[in-house]
């Protein structure tokens, strides 16, 4: 074990650099999304907006687009700060005594990839939202109908079949989805189930970001076989 203060602090400010460059890549990923492809829909006018409705789409997105630079270059400056200041306590560390480069490395490596695995599997499952709520399909299930039975019976269902990448189902979420549970939050026998796929880590990324409340699940590669290829689709159930 090293015991030096300056290796630790060293590490996980090193450590904590990859995050941040995963959040960002998130954020460039979302501009391409949610300001550029937004953009290019109102100035192809391929939905024949009105007026208004360019308007009030064009305010959103110029906000969406302050948003996402101001965590882009924030998070970009916090990580030239900690690399900076990850040499200085090196430099210390070096200076305190005269350190191998295996076991060093072995620390720096082993940290780096906890904070990525911390980051990939348990910070981004966590919601604080209440009426959020995940449901896994039960191996021996061979059909809606017994989803159905087994979590809805005498229900109404509004299912929605969305993908963790699909320009036009992340529109539908920051657009459609709200405006219509409040049409229909008095009605207490609707429910809303979202039938996601795509990758694990953005489907609860983008749960989580744009606040989909309701039963979700994620369809895997098995599950796949006979599901809904186009997306966005909703039926009633």
Same mark, same amino acid.
């Given at each position: 074990?090293?015991?030096?203060?300056?290796?630790?602090?060293?590490?996980?400010?090193?450590?904590?650099?990859?995050?941040?460059?995963?959040?960002?890549?998130?954020?460039?990923?979302?501009?391409?999304?949610?300001?550029?492809?937004?953009?290019? +829909?109102?100035?192809?006018?391929?939905? *024949? =907006?009105?007026?208004?409705?360019?308007? &009030?789409?064009?305010? $959103? /997105?110029?906000?969406?687009?302050?948003?996402?630079?101001?965590?882009?270059?924030?998070?970009?400056?916090?990580?030239?700060?900690?690399?900076?200041?990850?040499?200085?306590?090196?430099?210390?560390?070096?200076?305190?005594?005269?350190?191998?480069?295996?076991?060093?490395?072995?620390?720096?490596?082993?940290?780096?990839?906890?904070?990525?695995?911390?980051?990939?599997?348990?910070?981004?499952?966590?919601?604080?939202?209440?009426?959020?709520?995940?449901? +896994?399909?039960?191996?021996?299930?061979? *059909? =809606?109908?017994?989803?159905?039975?087994? &979590?809805?019976?005498? $229900? /109404?269902?509004?299912?929605?079949?969305?993908?963790?990448?699909?320009?036009?189902?992340?529109?539908?979420?920051?657009?459609?989805?709200?405006?219509?549970?409040?049409?229909?939050?008095?009605?207490?026998?609707?429910?809303?189930?979202?039938?996601?796929?795509?990758?694990?880590?953005?489907?609860?990324?983008?749960?989580?970001?744009?606040?989909?409340?309701?039963?979700?699940?994620?369809?895997?590669?098995?599950?796949?076989?006979?599901?809904?290829?186009?997306?966005?689709?909703?039926?009633?159930?």
């Amino acid at each position: 074990m090293i015991k030096s203060k300056y290796f630790w602090l060293a590490a996980i400010m090193i450590a904590i650099i990859p995050v941040l460059g995963i959040d960002i890549t998130q954020h460039y990923l979302d501009w391409q999304k949610e300001v550029r492809e937004e953009l290019i +829909t109102v100035v192809q006018d391929l939905y *024949s =907006f009105n007026k208004q409705q360019k308007a &009030n789409i064009l305010d $959103k /997105v110029f906000e969406r687009n302050q948003t996402l630079m101001f965590l882009i270059y924030l998070k970009s400056f916090v990580i030239l700060i900690l690399l900076s200041c990850s040499f200085y306590f090196f430099k210390l560390y070096k200076k305190q005594q005269r350190p191998k480069l295996l076991k060093p490395l072995f620390y720096i490596i082993a940290i780096i990839v906890c904070f990525t695995l911390t980051k990939f599997f348990l910070i981004n499952r966590i919601t604080t939202n209440e009426n959020i709520k995940f449901l +896994t399909i039960n191996p021996s299930a061979s *059909s =809606f109908q017994q989803l159905y039975n087994d &979590n809805f019976k005498g $229900k /109404v269902v509004y299912v929605d079949f969305w993908g963790t990448t699909c320009g036009p189902c992340l529109q539908e979420f920051r657009n459609f989805t709200k405006p219509l549970k409040d049409k229909y939050k008095q009605r207490g026998d609707i429910k809303y189930l979202y039938i996601g796929q795509g990758n694990k880590y953005l489907w609860h990324e983008q749960i989580k970001k744009y606040n989909i409340e309701g039963y979700h699940i994620l369809l895997m590669r098995h599950n796949m076989k006979n599901s809904i290829k186009i997306q966005p689709k909703t039926v009633l159930f």
